[in-house]
């Protein structure tokens, strides 16, 4: 990584060439900024350079296919776990991508910004989070870690982790051993308890219950779906 003398570095993870470039336009910095811009492709990218590279701050886009999302969540975790003292920030598509990752996952990051933000505003609250050192969120109780999925029973989150791995309802219904109109209704009350209203919506959320850390003392495969 290039020296620049009393600068912060920051990674940027945005897998389309297009929306770099207007993220490059837009937070172009001039030789008073305090930070540096660096930009990757893909999250294997900015793996390899975080071994050799130290970074303030890892920004990462929201954006393109479900694998290229879920790839920039679950390095944030890693982040998260092996270098706490880097600031991680999400930039998510929309304002309700925005919202669920601030319900499913408000510990894990320290600012979550919705890109159809206006530009001026996009900008400012970027800088703002990197100046303050993201959000401030209030310390948890050790009893409340698992707040962010208060909202959803055992029954609801199960039916979420199947459908990122791809499980259609009826494959679902036949591992949970329920009817399969019974999962139909416990899919939709889980889109209503996350202000989705679309399948698409749904696997958003799913991919960011996936991309979580296992905070209940269940393994990574099959206790998630008890």
């Given at each position: 990584?290039?020296?620049?003398h009393?600068?912060?570095?920051v ?5 389309c060439?297009m929306a770099?470039v207007g993220l490059?336009h837009l937070?172009a910095a001039?030789s ?5 811009f ?5 999250a294997d990218?900015?793996r ?13 886009c929201?954006?393109?296919?479900r694998?290229?999302?879920l ?6 975790d890693e982040i998260a ?14 304002r309700q991508e925005?919202?669920l990752?601030?319900q499913?996952?408000p510990?894990l990051l320290?600012?979550v ?6 530009l001026s ?5 970027i800088?703002e ?8 969120q209030p310390?948890q109780?050790e009893?409340d870690?698992?707040?962010?999925h208060?909202f959803l029973s ?8 199947y459908?990122?791995c791809g499980?259609s ?7 949970l ?7 139909r209704a ?7 308890k996350?202000?989705v209203n679309?399948d698409?919506g749904l696997?958003?959320?799913a991919d960011?219950?996936m991309?979580?850390p ?9 206790s998630?779906?008890?």
């Amino acid at each position: 990584m290039e020296k620049h003398h009393g600068k912060q570095h920051v990674a940027i993870v945005e897998p389309c060439v297009m929306a770099e470039v207007g993220l490059r336009h837009l937070l172009a910095a001039s030789s008073r900024s305090p930070y540096v811009f660096h930009f990757f492709h893909s999250a294997d990218a900015l793996r390899e350079s975080l071994l050799s590279d130290d970074f303030f701050a890892v920004i990462c886009c929201l954006s393109g296919t479900r694998e290229l999302r879920l790839e920039s969540l679950l390095i944030q975790d890693e982040i998260a776990n092996s270098r706490p003292d880097i600031l991680r920030i999400i930039l998510a598509s929309d304002r309700q991508e925005a919202e669920l990752i601030k319900q499913l996952s408000p510990t894990l990051l320290n600012g979550v910004v919705s890109k159809a933000e206006s530009l001026s505003r996009l900008k400012s609250t970027i800088l703002e989070l990197l100046r303050n050192g993201g959000t401030q969120q209030p310390a948890q109780e050790e009893g409340d870690i698992t707040v962010h999925h208060r909202f959803l029973s055992p029954t609801e989150l199960a039916i979420l982790r199947y459908m990122t791995c791809g499980y259609s309802l009826t494959d679902i219904a036949a591992r949970l051993e329920r009817n399969i109109k019974t999962i139909r209704a416990h899919k939709f009350n889980a889109m209503a308890k996350l202000g989705v209203n679309s399948d698409i919506g749904l696997l958003s959320a799913a991919d960011l219950l996936m991309s979580l850390p296992d905070r209940e003392g269940l393994s990574s495969d099959q206790s998630y779906f008890l």
